[in-house]
Structures are given as structure tokens and as C-alpha cells.
T-cell receptor, first 113, second 115 residues
Framework: AQSVTQLGSHVSVSEGALVLLRCNYS??????LFWYVQYPNQGLQLLLK??????LVKGINGFEAEFKKSETSFHLTKPSAHMSDAAEYFC???????????FGKGTRLSVIA | DAGVIQSPRHEVTEMGQEVTLRCKLI?????LFWYRQTMMRGLELLIY????????DSGMPEDRFSAKMPNASFSTLKIQPSEPRDSAVYFC?????????????FGEGSRLTVL
């Protein structure tokens, strides 16, 4: 079954530091990959998505993710964390035309002043 | 664009009572998804519809749960009878296409507490 693994349920960084949130997917079949963000008491919103057009994907709020087939990874990064980035981040995957997204368990990002 | 609208935002009920959660899709979207979010299990897909037809309900926990799409823009998720373990945040999401290539638009969720 298709799945994604997010390493680390909680990541804490200082304001201005690099943000790195890890996501690995399971399959040799090229997937569609997504990162979503959830702010407190809100629904999820799309940060970025990979659909095979380019391996480096840029999203909103300065985030980007790189698809690495050899590592089956799609890690999310941001060069400089801002207090407003504190939220829960979800990686999601889908493999075929008629299967819905499967979400990872999420990583909560805390930003320390 | 009003976005996906869910109601109620919060529901507190007693064990055994019927609960109905409601969702209004974004106009023009043709796929509808119900997810449940808990600390222990994360985000779980309960059921999804395409063009008003239920495609996969394998995530529905048991017969106490049922979901319908009486028309193209509206859906309900019903729990009868409710149990404390049903306490969670329930999200509805819609999209223009099957979700693998399309963006999912989520509502703000319905937080259910069953006492």
C-alpha cells in the first residue's frame, strides 16, 4: 500500500534558522507528492506539489521541496524560519489517476524567538 | 470564492446520540472527501465521492458511520449512535479532479466531542 513517512513528529528551530522537514514515500512508481500546512484550528492548505515537471518545487511562504527518486524522498525546506511558520506540516502521496491522497502523520514545527 | 464550508464547527454530545456533520463544496468541484483527524491516528480518509457517487468507503470505521451526497454541492456525515472514541476533528475537502493531480481544498473542520 502506498504510504509516506514523516521523520520527527516535532521539530523545533530558532527564528532565522534553516527549516528541514523530512518525508519519504514507499514505492518505485513515480508518485504525485504534496506538502500541506495546518495552522491551529484551521483546515489544511496546499504548500506545494510535485507532479514530475521539475524535481525542485517552489511553494508559498518561501518553502521548497526537492524530489529525489534515488532516496525516495521529498523533504521540505525553508532557508530562514519565521515565527509565523509555526504549524503542523503534512506530506501526502498519490500514485494513480483514481486514488486519493494518503497523508503522513504530520510534523509539528515550533519556531523559537 | 467562499471555500469549503463545514458545520457545526464544534459539537459536544453524549454517547448514544446521533451526530450529523455537514459540508458544502466549492462550486464546480466534483470530488468530495471526508477525513478524520486524531492525535493517535493522524489524518484518516473515511470516504470519498466523485460526481456524487461514493467511490471508496473502506475507511469508514463501522456501520455507525454513513455519508451521503444528496446533490453536487452538499454532503453529510452521520454517526449513529455516537461513542466517545468518535471524538475527533472531521474535515471535508473538495477538488476539481481525482486528488492525485489536483489540489484538495479543506474546510476548517468540525470538532466532535462525545462524552
Amino acid at each position: 500500500a502506498q504510504s509516506v513517512t514523516q521523520l520527527g513528529s516535532h521539530v523545533s528551530v530558532s527564528e532565522g534558522a534553516l527549516v528541514l522537514l523530512r518525508c519519504n514515500y514507499s514505492s518505485s512508481v513515480p508518485p504525485y507528492l504534496f506538502w500541506y500546512v495546518q495552522y491551529p484550528n484551521q483546515g489544511l492548505q496546499l504548500l506545494l506539489k510535485y507532479t514530475s515537471a521539475a524535481t525542485l518545487v517552489k511553494g508559498i511562504n518561501g518553502f521548497e521541496a526537492e524530489f529525489k527518486k534515488s532516496e525516495t524522498s521529498f523533504h521540505l525546506t525553508k532557508p530562514s524560519a519565521h515565527m509565523s511558520d509555526a504549524a503542523e506540516y503534512f506530506c501526502a502521496v498519490s500514485y494513480s489517476g483514481n486514488t486519493p491522497l494518503v497523508f503522513g502523520k504530520g510534523t509539528r514545527l515550533s519556531v523559537i524567538a | 470564492d467562499a471555500g469549503v464550508i463545514q458545520s457545526p464547527r464544534h459539537e459536544v454530545t453524549e454517547m448514544g446520540q446521533e451526530v450529523t456533520l455537514r459540508c458544502k463544496l466549492i462550486s464546480g468541484h466534483n470530488s468530495l472527501f471526508w477525513y478524520r483527524q486524531t492525535m493517535m491516528r493522524g489524518l484518516e480518509l473515511l470516504i470519498y465521492f466523485n460526481n456524487n457517487v461514493p467511490i471508496d468507503d473502506s475507511g469508514m470505521p463501522e456501520d455507525r458511520f454513513s455519508a451521503k451526497m444528496p446533490n453536487a454541492s452538499f454532503s453529510t456525515l452521520k454517526i449513529q449512535p455516537s461513542e466517545p472514541r468518535d471524538s475527533a476533528v472531521y474535515f471535508c475537502a473538495s477538488s476539481l479532479s481525482p486528488a492525485n493531480t489536483g489540489e484538495l481544498f479543506f474546510g476548517e473542520g468540525s470538532r466532535l466531542t462525545v462524552l
